[in-house]
């Protein structure tokens, strides 16, 4: 297990496209620097294995011939033969591997190159672009200058010279303990071993070479290992009044399951050497590190030596590919053990591409990336849910994710803003290149939301939406007798041949214009009523020089937060005026989100709702959000929702099933705390509920769409987008301080 530094010069190549518009790759180039800025170590995991010619599955005549490969007796068919066997069994032990937690992959040149360079000189200043190493490039790979001492190993490199020392556990043999290290997940935290002395030296690493003994010998070797234990009990009983230490007769009946289990075929034994590897720049610092890490450890009942005088043979056993072993450190357990340890593990968390969003602040720290619009590809689920209290920058979260993913991918993105302080939104957009339309009731243009607008060539939809719409602006007692003038005057609308004739205010000076002294007085009090602020975007006069709300590409955002909607509780009867044409236009808002979602094709599509509780009181937002969630893989629409009420979105029918990621903040009580580790997967004990109420502002428990978990932490980027996303209440001193130290505040710190 070695340590690199995520690169942001990779992040861009990996991202870069050359249809991208310019304000993406600004914004591309941004997130590369920033993840440059935060020096990420990198954790790299080599799994390498010796298959030896000599084995029961080839052919014995085959087996001969290729023993004599090394005198070069061999003739090129039978070594062709002999390399197409152990090709098979390679590929099949690498596909394994693959299928398996470890997720593994064959290791290309470069990471190999890079494994070795790292080895020898600790600074990979060069490596091979080639598929196949030669031998003048392995010569280059392994120059170095290595001064073996009695307890460290000086290593020069081009930054000068570093000091590592060998550190090896104390225990071999048998422990009486179960054959096995205490400690539990022994070696998942490196990197909090880090050192402030020396931030410029990576976090501890590991090296861990063993042999997997054929059954016959594991089952030898813990034969005589129970003999001996047998031998020790009897002679124990004799000089302790027939009364054996409880050590001894633990360590017999420990080997006697272990051995029942190899025989069965239950366990496989390993022969393995762990060795960390601790760096720093002077002594000092490495014996403060070499100590910090004998400690930590010992914490965990193991313990830890560096052994002088051997640590020349312990770093050359470290070196890739070198096959010396110091044998007399060597552990012999299950391999279940090793497994167990977690070297292979972590936190790693997000998509393997994607826009980088946040910082891994858990055992495998790195940028955290994410590509929402990726998961209907796979027909993944498709929804995306924030949870948290109040103030712990969910809402900012979920935009930073929304914007990042519609300027790098081509889509339509929605964001109804229900309390109305994400208006900074649409402007972190724009800064980068984004096409943005805006809406309010307050300030948006006649007829800007008129369903006729945007389905101009569907004429029928849009007049079944304006009568819904119109319907709702008057009182209950009057809505089942207008229904059928209300119908017939949309008819005869949508059947006119000018688009631009059709609209929901033509619907109304239609009943103005009727013969019927009825359908007259219906006309003059929906006139009255679509000049109020709060219809006149979708039943006033339409004003066609006004840009069309899309039904392509862009970013949609609505500030609904002016509206006077009545209380979900309150009968519809008793809605006052303001309250109907309020619940009207949100109505027709969620419309406009629903056709979109269900009607457009051919383009990804994202809806962003935040502040979830305010939109799940009515009817049509509950419908809206169980209809997006049940079939929005189908419909290419991925869903976005953040809430502080976790337990209210676990009981909406079918939601928790259509769940793709959970992002869960801070939480204030324990109830709070235990319906997030639901949501998360997680039993709800006490170390869970107290680590999700410690969580600061933009910190936050990701559960990705493959399961894993990991704590990270949301990067506002700049200071100027953490100020333009900023969703604290402002006040207006008369006092303003006025100092120009010059200063910048870390975008990734909590606002002050």
């Given at each position: 297990?070695q ?13 870069w496209?050359?249809d991208?518009?310019?304000g993406?790759?600004?914004?591309l180039?941004?997130?590369?620097d ?9 954790r790299?995991v ?12 080839l052919?014995?005549?085959l087996?001969?011939?290729a023993k ?6 061999l003739s090129s068919g ?7 066997v152990?090709?098979?069994?390679v590929?099949?032990w690498?596909?394994?591997?693959g ?6 992959r ?5 990471e ?14 060069w ?18 200058q290595?001064l073996p ?6 290593i020069?490199t081009d930054?000068g ?13 048998f422990?009486?303990t ?5 400690g539990?997940e ?8 880090r ?9 501890v690493e590991?090296?861990?070479?063993g042999?997997?003994?054929p059954?016959a010998?594991?089952v030898?070797t813990?034969?005589?290992a129970?003999?001996l234990?047998?031998e ?7 000089g ?5 230490p409880?050590?001894?007769?633990l ?16 366990l496989?034994?390993?022969?393995d050497?762990?060795?960390?590897v ?8 490495l ?17 830890l030596?560096?052994p002088?005088h051997l ?5 050359k056993?470290?070196?890739l590919?070198?096959?010396r072993?110091?044998?007399?450190f060597?552990?012999?357990r299950?391999?279940?053990?090793l ?10 968390v997000?998509?393997?591409t ?17 590509r929402?619009?990726?998961?209907q590809?796979t ?14 920058a969910?809402?900012?979260s ?10 790098a991918?081509?889509?339509w ?12 939104v ?15 009731a307050?300030?948006?243009a ?16 849009a007049?079944?939406y ?9 009182p209950?007692q009057r ?5 059928a ?6 008819d005869?609308?949508?059947?006119l041949?000018?688009?631009?004739q ?5 619907i109304?000076?239609?009943l103005?214009n ?14 009255s009523l679509a ?11 339409p ?30 009867e008793l809605w ?9 236009f949100?109505?027709?808002v969620?419309?406009?989100l629903?056709h ?14 935040p502040e ?16 997006i969630a049940?079939?929005g893989?189908a419909n ?5 929702l953040d809430?502080q009420?976790t ?10 099933d259509?769940?793709?990621s959970?992002f869960?903040?801070g939480?204030?009580?324990d109830?709070e ?6 949501l ?7 170390a ?6 410690g ?10 769409s493959?399961?894993?978990?990991a ?9 100027q987008i ?5 969703t604290?209440t402002?006040?207006?001193p ?8 010059g ?5 990734m710190e909590e606002?002050?």
């Open positions: 297990m340590w690199g530094r995520w690169s942001g010069q990779d992040y861009l190549d990996q991202e496209r050359p991208l518009p310019d993406a790759q600004q914004l180039a941004l997130q590369a920033r993840i440059d800025a935060n020096d990420f170590p990198r790299q080599l799994i390498g294995v010796r298959m030896d010619v000599a084995d029961t599955s052919p014995a005549q087996t001969a011939r004599k490969a090394t005198t070069g007796a039978d070594a062709a033969q002999a390399l197409a152990s090709v098979k069994r590929s099949g690498l596909q394994r591997m299928e398996s937690s470890f997720r593994a064959p290791a290309t040149t470069q190999l190159a890079w494994a070795l360079r790292h080895d020898l000189r600790r600074v990979v200043d490596l091979p672009d080639t598929p196949i190493a030669s031998g003048g490039q392995l010569a280059r790979l392994k120059s170095a290595v001492g009695a307890r460290h190993t000086e020069g930054l010279t570093r000091y590592l020392r060998l550190v090896i556990p104390t225990e071999t043999g422990p009486a179960g054959l096995e290290l205490p539990g022994w070696l998942k935290h490196l990197d909090v071993l050192s402030d002395d020396d931030p410029t030296a990576p976090p590991v090296s861990i070479r042999r997997r003994p059954k010998e594991a030898k813990l034969s005589e129970l003999a234990a047998k020790q009990e009897r002679t124990a009983r004799e302790l009044a027939e009364e054996a409880e050590q001894v007769a360590a017999r009946s420990t080997l006697s399951a272990r051995l029942l289990e190899v025989q069965s075929g239950l496989d034994m390993v022969w050497t762990p060795t960390w601790v760096e720093a720049e002077d002594l000092d610092v014996d403060r590190r070499t100590q910090a890490l004998i400690d930590r450890y010992a914490g965990r009942g193991i313990k030596w560096a002088p640590q020349d043979l312990l770093w056993e470290t070196v590919g070198d096959r072993r110091v044998l007399e060597a552990q012999f299950p391999l279940s053990t497994v167990g340890s977690w070297f292979h593990g972590g936190s790693q997000g998509s393997a994607g826009s980088y969003v946040a910082a891994n602040t858990g055992s495998t720290p790195g940028p955290v990336r994410t929402i619009t990726n998961a590809l027909r993944d689920a498709v929804t995306t849910v924030l949870v948290g209290s109040t103030g712990m969910k809402s900012t979920m935009c930073l994710m929304l914007v990042a993913e519609q300027l991918v081509p889509s993105a929605a964001l109804p803003d229900m309390k109305g302080d994400l208006g900074g649409p402007d972190y957009c724009e800064m980068y290149g984004g096409t943005v339309w805006r809406l309010s307050e300030e948006q006649s007829g800007a939301l008129d369903a006729f607008r945007y389905l101009q060539d569907d004429p029928q939809t007049a079944s304006a009568v819904d719409d119109l319907t709702l602006m008057l209950v809505r089942q007798l207008v229904e003038p209300l119908r017939a005057a949309a005869s609308v949508a059947a041949s000018d688009p631009d059709r609209s929901t205010h033509a109304i000076e239609a103005h009727s013969t019927d002294p009825h359908e007259q007085q219906l006309g003059r009090d929906l006139t000049r109020d602020p709060l219809a006149r975007a979708v039943a006033g006069p004003d066609l020089s006004a840009t069309p709300i899309p039904t392509g590409p862009g970013f949609v955002y609505f500030k609904l937060n002016a509206l006077r909607l009545p209380d979900p509780h309150t009968p519809e006052k005026p303001g309250g109907r044409l309020s619940a009207m949100v109505q027709a969620f419309t406009y629903a979109m979602s269900s009607q457009v094709r051919g383009i990804p599509k994202l809806l962003a709702l979830l509780h305010l939109i799940t009181g009515f009817s049509y937002g509950t419908s809206l959000l169980e209809r049940r079939m893989s290419d629409t991925d869903l976005l809430t009420a337990g209210d979105l676990l009981r909406i029918p079918g939601l928790v259509q769940i793709n959970v869960a903040f939480a204030r009580t109830t705390a235990a319906d997030q580790a639901r998360l997967g997680l039993e709800p004990d006490r869970v509920l107290d680590r999700q109420r969580l600061r502002k933009g910190q936050c428990l990701y559960r990705d493959q399961g894993q978990i704590a990270i932490r949301f990067d506002r980027l700049t200071q953490a100020e333009v996303l900023d604290t402002k006040r207006h008369t006092t303003v301080d006025t100092s120009t130290d200063t910048t505040a870390d975008p606002a002050s």
